[in-house]
Structure formats: structure tokens, C-alpha cells
């Protein structure tokens, strides 16, 4: 039988699950709220359906959820809609997934959190995140895992884009770490839990490096051969609510359950790593248009 994930929100991170999935054999149907989107996801043959707005998604025959849609202050448009349907439901799915964030840790000032440290977000955000994570595991008899993402990126979303624009800064505020993950990185943990369910589980997605945010840049300065941007100073810089938000919350993010229960090896430990693949990638793509 033809195993089918039913992605909702099916952005950055569920586009590259859904690739290696579909050499798979499987079926991905993905919801998106705009048509222009819809027909972009239908394109890497996956199915497509317009979510919030004219089309229900379909779950007859649904194997796999797949939650990446974002909360708000009024809880978890999935749930929201469509709970009492997952919930009567439950025993159809092998697995659900949950993108959440590690933003739910809060603040450490740059100490090291893993999956057991208490969740005291500090952001409005991280708040919403934390409450769409209980929703989802109080829906009895539902398989939840439960993925805690760091900042992500790969390709077509990185420093090297601000670089080449000239929007890239090093903001600087003393102590602020980052941990990271990239997207091709996110697909793999996200299919060993798939071929390794544990109802229950909770797992940090992240690579092994935190750094301070103005070193990723600088390093792909570098790698770019174009100067590295000057520093500016946090309480001088103007930045969206939004970003200004992201550097409230400084911690490490430890990974070692992806490695230890999930048998996890990551393609790109480092940002390092990543940042030299990815710009060989450009590179070679560039060649091959070219010739």
C-alpha cells in the first residue's frame, strides 16, 4: 500500500522531506494558502491543495502528518480546523510529525539546553509554539513526535544572498549564540523518526556548532572573497520587530538524542561545513548553465 504524508504548510523544511520521499514511491500532498504556490509544489510532483481557503484537505487514506503551519494567539490552525477529524482519526496515522522551535527554551544566556530542560519561552512566539506542542500531544491516542528546530537555512536561504545584495550586517550583541540546522539535515531527521516512530518523543534538530551570528557571516564573507561587513552594535541597529525578537534568546542546543535514539549523522556538523557545500553547489550549477 502506497504510504501517504499529508503536509500542512508545506514550506522550506517539508519540501526537502518531500523529495526523497517521492523517489520513495509515496504520495505528499502539501497545503499552501495562495495558488501561484500551489502550482510550484505540484510541480515536483507532489500534490497540492489551497489551505487555508477553497479546498479541505483530504485525509482518507492519509498515513503521515506532517505540521509545519505556524501558530497564533489563538492556538493551531490545524487543530483548530480539523481537530475533532485527526482526533476521530487517530488510529489511522503511523506517525505525525510537529515542526516547533527551540525558541520554547527561552533564554539561557548562552548556556547548553537538551530535550528535559524546562520550557520558559520568552517571545510571544516561542510562547505560541509551546502551547500548539501540548495541543498536539493531549490528542489521545495520536502518535505526536515533536521536532524543536534552530534557526534554519540551505540553499536559496543563507548569507550568502544578503552578501551579494549588500543587506548582510554583523550585528553585535555580547554573548548571543545561535545553534543551526540545515534543511537537507531537518529531512533526514525527520525520516529516520518516520522509519523509527516513538509516539512521544521530543527531538532538538540542530547541528554541533552555536556560534555568534556575526561569525557565520563573516566565514562566508570569506568564502565570497567580498569584504566582511562592518559591526554594528544591537541597540543600534534597525531590525523588524520580528528580527530584534530572535536575539532576546541565547543558547546551545545539544543534539544528542538525533544521534543516539535515531542513529543520526549529520551531513553538515558545522556551518562551516555547510556554508563551503552549498557555495560549491552554487558554483557548480552556475557552470553547468553557462556551458
Given at each position: 500500500?502506497?504510504?501517504?504524508?499529508?503536509?500542512?504548510?508545506?514550506?522550506?523544511?517539508?519540501?526537502?522531506?518531500?523529495?526523497?520521499?517521492?523517489?520513495?514511491?509515496?504520495?505528499?500532498?502539501?497545503?499552501?494558502?495562495?495558488?501561484?504556490?500551489?502550482?510550484?509544489?505540484?510541480?515536483?510532483?507532489?500534490?497540492?491543495?489551497?489551505?487555508?481557503?477553497?479546498?479541505?484537505?483530504?485525509?482518507?487514506?492519509?498515513?503521515?502528518?506532517?505540521?509545519?503551519?505556524?501558530?497564533?494567539?489563538?492556538?493551531?490552525?490545524?487543530?483548530?480546523?480539523?481537530?475533532?477529524?485527526?482526533?476521530?482519526?487517530?488510529?489511522?496515522?503511523?506517525?505525525?510529525?510537529?515542526?516547533?522551535?527551540?525558541?520554547?527554551?527561552?533564554?539561557?544566556?548562552?548556556?547548553?539546553?537538551?530535550?528535559?530542560?524546562?520550557?520558559?519561552?520568552?517571545?510571544?512566539?516561542?510562547?505560541?509554539?509551546?502551547?500548539?506542542?501540548?495541543?498536539?500531544?493531549?490528542?489521545?491516542?495520536?502518535?505526536?513526535?515533536?521536532?524543536?528546530?534552530?534557526?534554519?537555512?540551505g540553499p536559496g536561504r543563507g548569507p550568502f544572498q544578503k552578501l551579494r545584495n549588500g543587506s548582510a550586517r554583523r550585528v553585535i550583541k555580547p554573548g548571543?549564540?545561535?545553534?543551526?540546522?540545515?534543511?537537507?539535515d531537518i529531512a533526514q531527521v525527520l525520516q529516520a523518526s518516520i522509519a523509527r516512530p516513538d509516539p512521544g518523543a521530543v527531538y532538538n534538530l540542530c547541528?554541533?556548532?552555536?556560534?555568534?551570528?556575526?561569525?557565520?557571516?563573516?566565514?562566508?564573507?570569506?568564502?565570497?572573497?567580498?569584504?566582511?561587513?562592518?559591526?554594528?552594535?544591537?541597540?543600534?541597529?534597525?531590525?523588524?520587530?520580528?528580527a530584534r525578537s530572535f536575539y532576546s534568546d541565547s543558547k546551545r542546543v545539544r543534539n544528542d538524542r538525533i544521534k543516539n535514539e535515531l542513529g543520526v549523522?549529520?551531513?553538515?556538523?558545522?556551518?562551516?561545513?555547510?556554508?563551503?557545500?552549498?557555495?560549491?553547489?552554487?558554483?557548480?550549477?552556475?557552470?553547468?548553465?553557462?556551458?
Open positions: 500500500m502506497v504510504k501517504t504524508l499529508l503536509s500542512f504548510g508545506h514550506g522550506f523544511s517539508a519540501q526537502a522531506l518531500a523529495g526523497p520521499l517521492l523517489a520513495e514511491g509515496w504520495q505528499v500532498i502539501g497545503t499552501t494558502r495562495s495558488a501561484e504556490k500551489a502550482r510550484a509544489i505540484r510541480d515536483t510532483g507532489a500534490g497540492a491543495v489551497i489551505w487555508p481557503g477553497p479546498d479541505t484537505p483530504p485525509l482518507d487514506g492519509v498515513s503521515h502528518l506532517l505540521i509545519s503551519a505556524g501558530p497564533d494567539e489563538d492556538g493551531d490552525p490545524v487543530l483548530r480546523s480539523l481537530g475533532g477529524e485527526i482526533a476521530r482519526r487517530a488510529d489511522q496515522f503511523e506517525w505525525v510529525g510537529y515542526l516547533s522551535t527551540t525558541g520554547v527554551y527561552g533564554n539561557h544566556d548562552g548556556g547548553w539546553v537538551d530535550e528535559t530542560t524546562p520550557l520558559t519561552p520568552t517571545t510571544r512566539r516561542g510562547k505560541w509554539r509551546k502551547a500548539a506542542e501540548e495541543a498536539w500531544q493531549a490528542v489521545p491516542g495520536l502518535p505526536v513526535h515533536i521536532f524543536r528546530l534552530a534557526g534554519i537555512y548571543q549564540v545561535f545553534s543551526r540546522i540545515h534543511v537537507e547541528d554541533d556548532d552555536p556560534a555568534p551570528p556575526q561569525d557565520v557571516i563573516g566565514y562566508a564573507a570569506e568564502l565570497l572573497g567580498v569584504p566582511v561587513p562592518p559591526e554594528v552594535p544591537f541597540d543600534e541597529a534597525e531590525m523588524s520587530p520580528m549523522v549529520l551531513r553538515y556538523p558545522t556551518y562551516r561545513a555547510a556554508l563551503q557545500a552549498m557555495l560549491a553547489a552554487e558554483e557548480a550549477l552556475s557552470r553547468s548553465q553557462s556551458s
